[in-house]
């Protein structure tokens, strides 16, 4: 029930767009930039980027709900892409 409290307000397949390969096995990663410490991070996970805790509420079961809705957007999106 934990990953149905982090919320992403920066949908992942957006960042996923700028991930480079970190190895033929290894996750895909992002450059980061951390403004208030002037810290650049140049290999951070996408997981943990662009989220908070409970950030529309405690309703795990809204969460559950918006998951589809969220996976054909991405899909949407990863088709029209792959046409230009």
């Not at 991930?19 to 996750?27: E, L, R």
């Not at 980061?32 to 996970?45: C, E, M, T």
Request: with cysteine; glycine share 6%; proline share 6%.
């Amino acid at each position: 029930m934990a990953e149905l409290n982090r919320h992403h307000f920066v949908p992942q397949y957006y960042l996923r767009n700028f991930a480079v390969d970190c190895g033929p096995t290894g996750p895909r990663r992002i450059g980061l930039f951390n403004i208030p410490r002037g810290l650049f991070v140049r290999s951070a996970s996408i997981k943990a980027q662009a989220k908070r805790r409970k950030l529309y509420g405690d309703a795990a079961t809204e969460t559950a709900a918006r998951a589809p809705r969220s996976a054909k957007m991405s899909a949407e999106r990863n088709a029209n892409l792959s046409r230009n």
